[in-house]
């Protein structure tokens, strides 16, 4: 789908001048010439496989918002949300505009929010080939029809081969730099090839603009919708099981990663692809992935066997392998990528210390509580001897793109759920029987239990009991789940241990909480652990 129109072509008002553009190519188009170019090469199925370079996962630190009279007031400026003048994105716009000039370059439009009164149109202009490749993938594609009369919302410029000279005098950290103009509507790349930072500009703009202009709760997380038009929406940072446990046979997927929330209750897709992680990617664990992998999907820092297949155990390049393909590689999608009613909401959290129940209900205030936290358990096995499992918040669960206070995503989805009646749980995809290294994995058929027993409704009749150190309510009886495993505390041999191990965990919430305290309400205060390390226990033996 070749446009060369006059009207398109002009990348002048950019600053951008005689390059040689190709606008919207086929992503068959898009391999050949990056096979050509030798920037590529393709796996036995003839699935297209890069390299990222340097850069194989965004790099957080080299992130800036442009703090002018739109951002000044409304961003949480910090170590997530960094300020840059608007006269240094303009230094760095032009050095990239003047890089851009004169080469071979490809340019793409596209849209984001599937939801007609969201959308945002995008104009991608990429150095690379496959990068435009990944934007066909993961944004949303317009009929050739809306191509004829498209006009940008945002534009996003991508420049991996300019590195910055001088960072110190543009007032960055180093020569690479991912940047936002709320303004001007542009986002910058500089010096990195990593795609995901195409995504998560984009992604880091509407978690701002949605929120501020048009009431809608922009949220990391994956959606589906069942038979009788049920929405569930799953929270969770990386390894707690948000793509496996969203892909359902008996749902329909929404999306993976990004949706919005408005005010009517729609909830709908940012995005037109997936971007999921191949390491140790298998067909019986994730065969919606797996079968996914085929031409038009572009696969990652991946490593190959000497018979052309991709070797997903290994992670000598990167742990952080990755693969985007266009959602219409799933079969069982729902094709609006939008669907209205949510019902329940999951939390997703591996904790590797093995003390969260598998399944809890939370009230509105530890909804918000939770959410804010965004925690998970890293499991450092990294060095040997070291196997103490390491607490790992992420506000929202996704403080790496969230431009405002947390709480303000935590208040609007307080009041989403109390006004939309929607059941929000805590799903511990994680340790039982101890932590790391003594207990051992949930299930995963004891996890897709529980979910599709809440789904069903089948825990809306049962009696819960409250856990005495974190204040979550756990159900006494779950169908195709034994009900021993259901208070954590039964699993553990010494119960003393469950509460010393829980009682730390419980003050590392705490502790990571003073930073939102202030914003906080009361409500949302009280829905943390009941208990911090200076409560005495005894009466619970």
Same mark, same amino acid.
């Given at each position: 789908?070749?446009?060369?129109?006059?009207?398109?072509?002009?990348?002048?008002? !950019?600053?951008?001048?005689?390059?040689?553009?190709?606008?919207?190519?086929?992503?068959?188009?898009?391999?050949?010439?990056?096979?050509?170019?030798?920037?590529?090469?393709?796996?036995?199925?003839?699935?297209?496989?890069?390299?990222?370079?340097?850069?194989?996962?965004?790099?957080?630190?080299?992130?800036?918002?442009?703090?002018? #009279?739109?951002?000044?007031?409304? /961003?949480?400026?910090?170590?997530?949300?960094?300020?840059?003048?608007?006269?240094?994105?303009?230094?760095?716009?032009?050095?990239?505009?003047?890089?851009?000039?004169?080469?071979?370059?490809?340019?793409?439009?596209?849209?984001?929010?599937? +939801?007609?009164?969201?959308?945002?149109?995008?104009?991608? /202009?990429?150095?690379?080939?496959?990068?435009?490749?990944?934007?066909?993938?993961?944004?949303?594609?317009?009929?050739?029809?809306?191509?004829?009369?498209?006009?940008?919302?945002?534009?996003?410029?991508?420049?991996?081969?300019? /590195?910055?000279?001088?960072?110190?005098?543009?007032?960055?950290?180093?020569?690479?730099?991912?940047?936002?103009?709320?303004?001007?509507?542009?986002?910058? /790349?500089?010096?990195?090839?990593?795609?995901?930072?195409?995504?998560?500009?984009?992604?880091?703009?509407?978690?701002?603009?949605?929120?501020?202009?048009?009431?809608?709760?922009?949220?990391?997380?994956?959606?589906?919708?069942?038979?009788?038009? #049920?929405?569930?929406?799953?929270?969770?940072?990386?390894?707690?099981?948000?793509?496996?446990?969203?892909?359902?046979?008996?749902?329909?997927?929404?999306?993976?990663?990004?949706?919005?929330?408005?005010? #009517?209750?729609?909830?709908?897709?940012?995005?037109?692809?997936?971007?999921?992680?191949?390491? #140790?990617?298998?067909?019986?664990?994730?065969?919606?992935?797996?079968?996914?992998?085929?031409?038009?999907?572009?696969?990652?820092?991946?490593?190959?066997?000497?018979?052309? +297949?991709?070797? !997903?155990?290994?992670?000598?390049?990167?742990?952080?392998?990755?693969?985007?393909?266009?959602?219409?590689?799933?079969?069982?999608?729902?094709?609006?990528?939008?669907?209205?009613?949510?019902?329940?909401?999951?939390?997703?959290?591996?904790?590797?210390?093995?003390?969260?129940?598998?399944?809890?209900?939370?009230?509105?205030?530890?909804?918000?509580?939770?959410?804010?936290?965004?925690?998970?358990?890293?499991?450092?096995?990294?060095?040997?001897?070291?196997?103490?499992?390491?607490?790992?918040?992420?506000?929202?669960?996704?403080?790496?793109?969230?431009?405002?206070?947390?709480?303000?995503?935590?208040?609007?989805?307080?009041?989403?759920?109390?006004?939309?009646?929607?059941?929000?749980?805590?799903?511990?995809?994680?340790?039982?029987?101890?932590?790391?290294?003594?207990?051992?994995?949930?299930?995963?058929?004891?996890?897709?239990?529980?979910?599709?027993?809440?789904?069903?409704?089948?825990?809306?009749?049962?009696?819960?009991?409250?856990?005495?150190?974190?204040?979550?309510?756990?159900?006494?009886?779950?169908?195709?789940?034994?009900?021993?495993?259901?208070?954590?505390?039964?699993?553990?041999?010494?119960?003393?241990? !469950?509460?010393?191990?829980?009682?730390?965990?419980?003050?590392?919430?705490?502790?990571?909480?003073?930073?939102?305290?202030?914003?906080?309400?009361?409500?949302?205060?009280?829905?943390?652990?009941?208990?911090?390390?200076?409560?005495?226990?005894?009466?619970?033996?």
């Amino acid at each position: 789908m070749e446009t060369t129109m006059t009207k398109q072509s002009d990348l002048k008002k !950019y600053g951008i001048k005689d390059a040689k553009v190709s606008w919207n190519l086929s992503p068959e188009a898009l391999q050949q010439i990056t096979v050509e170019k030798g920037m590529g090469k393709e796996t036995a199925n003839g699935t297209l496989a890069i390299n990222t370079g340097k850069f194989t996962g965004r790099s957080p630190q080299d992130r800036f918002l442009v703090k002018d #009279d739109y951002t000044t007031d409304k /961003v949480w400026w910090g170590k997530t949300n960094k300020p840059i003048s608007p006269e240094n994105f303009d230094k760095l716009k032009s050095e990239i505009t003047k890089y851009l000039s004169g080469k071979e370059i490809y340019a793409r439009d596209g849209y984001v929010c599937a +939801e007609p009164e969201y959308r945002t149109n995008i104009r991608t /202009v990429t150095e690379l080939p496959w990068s435009s490749m990944f934007v066909y993938n993961m944004f949303l594609r317009p009929s050739e029809k809306e191509l004829e009369t498209f006009k940008e919302d945002w534009v996003v410029l991508c420049a991996p081969g300019y /590195v910055c000279p001088d960072p110190k005098a543009y007032g960055i950290r180093q020569g690479n730099f991912s940047i936002i103009n709320f303004t001007q509507k542009i986002a910058l /790349v500089g010096g990195s090839a990593y795609t995901g930072e195409i995504k998560k500009g984009i992604f880091s703009a509407l978690n701002m603009i949605l929120p501020v202009e048009k009431n809608v709760l922009p949220m990391h997380c994956s959606a589906n919708v069942g038979k009788y038009g #049920d929405t569930a929406i799953f929270f969770g940072l990386s390894g707690t099981g948000k793509t496996t446990l969203s892909a359902d046979p008996d749902r329909k997927l929404i999306g993976d990663d990004e949706h919005g929330w408005t005010a #009517d209750n729609t909830i709908f897709n940012f995005e037109g692809g997936c971007y999921a992680k191949v390491i #140790d990617l298998t067909e019986e664990k994730e065969p919606d992935i797996f079968r996914a992998i085929k031409p038009g999907a572009l696969l990652e820092n991946v490593v190959f066997k000497d018979n052309g +297949e991709p070797d !997903y155990m290994d992670s000598s390049i990167t742990q952080n392998t990755r693969v985007s393909y266009p959602i219409y590689h799933i079969d069982n999608i729902q094709e609006t990528l939008y669907a209205n009613n949510p019902k329940n909401i999951f939390f997703l959290t591996c904790d590797a210390f093995g003390v969260l129940p598998p399944v809890s209900k939370l009230t509105p205030g530890q909804a918000a509580y939770h959410f804010i936290s965004g925690y998970t358990a890293k499991v450092a096995g990294t060095e040997a001897g070291i196997t103490e499992p390491v607490p790992s918040f992420s506000a929202c669960f996704g403080e790496p793109f969230m431009p405002l206070h947390p709480t303000v995503y935590g208040e609007m989805l307080s009041k989403k759920m109390t006004e939309a009646g929607v059941n929000v749980w805590l799903i511990n995809t994680g340790w039982s029987a101890g932590p790391y290294g003594v207990g051992s994995r949930i299930k995963l058929k004891y996890t897709r239990a529980m979910i599709t027993a809440i789904l069903n409704g089948d825990l809306d009749e049962v009696d819960f009991q409250q856990n005495f150190i974190f204040g979550l309510h756990m159900p006494k009886y779950c169908p195709g789940v034994p009900s021993e495993i259901l208070d954590p505390m039964n699993t553990w041999l010494q119960k003393g241990a !469950y509460v010393g191990k829980a009682i730390q965990l419980a003050h590392s919430f705490h502790l990571n909480f003073e930073k939102f305290a202030q914003q906080a309400s009361d409500q949302i205060i009280e829905g943390g652990p009941l208990i911090d390390e200076h409560h005495h226990l005894n009466e619970h033996f």
